[in-house]
């Protein structure tokens, strides 16, 4: 990676991230989704309940998706048509947030940054996250489910 990018150049990176993993929710999970605005959070993240992905290559960071477990296993009902409780529920988040992930990383591709994504790690109990540079939250609501807040942390 040129570490030498211009502001232009890094905010346009940033743009293409988040239109990724926009388009990577739209087409992974299939209920209807409110996106409220992207904003951007400096507090150190406060998680209950999440997925946490490494982002590597031209885009440094992180993907925390983060919600209520009864969030997650609502998209788990609505994708396989049963509902999804303990392990089950933990392995599933795991496997939509490796989704997303993977679905950001292959559209921003198509946008000339080379991109790929470390396995996913379930973050359960009380977590604080600290020592990136930037946060960007994308909340997101989906229908009957509730609240997922997308974070993407940038180093």
């Known amino acids: 990676m040129n570490y030498l990018l211009t502001t232009e150049e890094r905010s346009q990176n940033v743009t293409n991230l988040l239109n990724g993993t926009i388009t990577s929710i739209k087409n992974v999970i299939p209920l209807e989704l409110n996106l409220d605005k992207p904003q951007i959070s400096e507090q150190s993240l406060k998680i209950e309940f999440g997925v946490l992905i490494g982002i590597t290559g031209d885009i440094k960071g992180k993907m925390i998706l983060n919600g209520d477990p009864a969030v997650f296993g609502y998209i788990g009902h609505k994708m396989f048509g049963m509902p999804l409780e303990g392990e089950m529920l933990s392995s599933f988040s795991g496997e939509l947030g490796n989704m997303i992930a993977g679905g950001m990383s292959t559209n ?44 993407l942390l940038l180093d």
Do not use: C, H, W
């Open 108 to 151: 921003i591709i198509e946008q000339g940054l080379g991109t790929d994504i470390t396995s996913p790690t379930i973050l359960e109990g009380k977590t604080t996250l600290r020592g990136y540079k930037k946060a960007l939250l994308l909340p997101v609501s989906f229908e009957s489910a509730g609240t997922m807040n997308i974070y």
